[in-house]
């Protein structure tokens, strides 16, 4: 088995390559999705943010003279 | 094609196709790594290292079918002025980059073996490193102006004017005969490689290929998700004049991001 991971001596050279793609493909993957989660957060504070103010501002612009 | 430009039906068309391009994604990427790492033969002149090229080529086909799409959706989004056409555009710019980088990478660590070195400024080698130059000033442009929409204008040109170095990376090899191997898949007479390398040269290739549209659709989801985001924060400043300004008339399409679930 340890004879299968040498590769004949070239095993460093070819795990690093599966070893670099997989992280750079893993790392994109958990940025996009984290980014997209961002993105829904903010959306929906934003949109109940300006649900709540709609109301309360059309009051207090009943309430002016 | 205008049908499928409309953000709702792409977001329902992507809600549909991910579950496939996700089973597709992982069945074709793990039995590609199966064939890739125990199936198929040491090559009988480089040996192991040969297994370097199921992730080296096809994330070289990766890079340039990125910047194509990129470039096309630059061009729809220049001539109809289409948001999905830019947002598409930008979504592909760093799956492209990070492909063209691993190429870079994964072939160097080839060469070194092989070649008895990381780097040559061999015709392919140089035409490639350009198109990841491409990418990083596309995605440093679009991002370089306050108004998005100079952005995606400046980078759309780049996007195009870069697309004459595709050809030159596909036809380097034949071109310039210097140290890099010619073509052995894309070939006008068939491929020269044997079936053992080439299925699973293949079904990275098709891993890759989903891989790219699920960051695709992960990645335009967001951009949308921030649209809506710039376009109800400036709507909330214009609501302090009159209330009746509503965020989805000042940008209709980031309404149906909203909706996604």
Known sequence: MSDYFMMEGYGLYIWSSYAITAVAMVFLLVTSLRGL????????QLETLLKSRRPRRSKSRDARP | MHRFAKPSVFLKLADTLMPWMIAITVITGGTGLYLGLFWSPADYQQGDTVRIMYIHVPTAWMGLFCYVGMAICGAMSLIWKHPLADIAARATAPVGAMFTALCLITGSLWGEPMWGTWWVWDARLTSMLILLFLYLGYMALVNAFDDPERGSKAGSALALVGVVNVPIVKFSVDWWNTLHQPASVARMDGPSIDPSMLWPLML??????????????????????????????????????????????????????????
């Open chain 1, 37 to 44: 989660g961002q993105s829904r957060i903010e959306l929906d």
């Open chain 2, 204 to 261: 990275m290739a098709v891993a890759f290929t989903g891989y790219y549209f699920i960051i695709l659709a992960i990645r335009v989801r967001s951009e949308l998700n921030e649209r809506r985001i710039r376009a109800l924060q400036l709507s909330g400043l214009f609501e302090q004049g009159d209330g009746t300004t509503s965020g989805s008339a000042l940008y209709d399409q980031g309404h149906n991001a909203g909706a996604g679930k």
